[in-house]
């Protein structure tokens, strides 16, 4: 059964850290493309992060620019997102997701089939 699950959210003050981890279950992360997507109340989803699964080539969204890395461990079947500096505006449910199909290089305009649960993250003083 496939399955993610992300952990790693919490309350943080504006300039604080977190890392979001997103871990796989059932198959094999090394050989897929994985997003992460967050959506906050009353907005649509966005992508926020990508990590492609052949070269480890990454894509951010210009929000997260410079603030936000994303990584992979494939011996732990585990991507993480680091989020640095972050503003009262990253304040959203988080997802990580992915399918076989999925790719980074349209990972913004493409409905991948497997998501996690989400966790939240919320930056507030």
């Known amino acids: 059964q496939v399955q993610l699950v992300e952990s790693g959210g919490g309350l943080v003050q504006p300039g604080g850290s977190l890392r979001l981890s997103c871990a796989a279950s059932?198959?094999?992360?090394?050989?897929?493309?994985i997003g992460w997507f967050r959506q906050a109340p009353g907005k649509e989803r966005e992508g926020v992060s990508c990590?492609?699964?052949?070269?480890?080539?990454?894509s951010y969204a210009d929000s997260v620019k410079g603030r936000f890395t994303i990584s992979r461990d494939n011996a732990k079947n585990t991507v993480y997102l680091q989020m640095n500096s972050l503003k009262p505006e990253d304040t959203a449910v988080y997802y990580c997701?992915?399918?076989?199909?999925?790719?980074?290089?349209?990972?913004?305009?493409?409905?991948?089939?497997?998501w996690g649960q989400g966790t939240q993250v919320t930056v507030s003083s």
């Open positions: 059932g198959f094999t992360l090394d050989f897929y493309d």
């Open positions: 990590i492609s699964s052949s070269d480890g080539s990454t």
């Open positions: 997701a992915t399918d076989p199909s999925f790719r980074c290089l349209y990972y913004n305009d493409y409905d991948p089939a497997f």
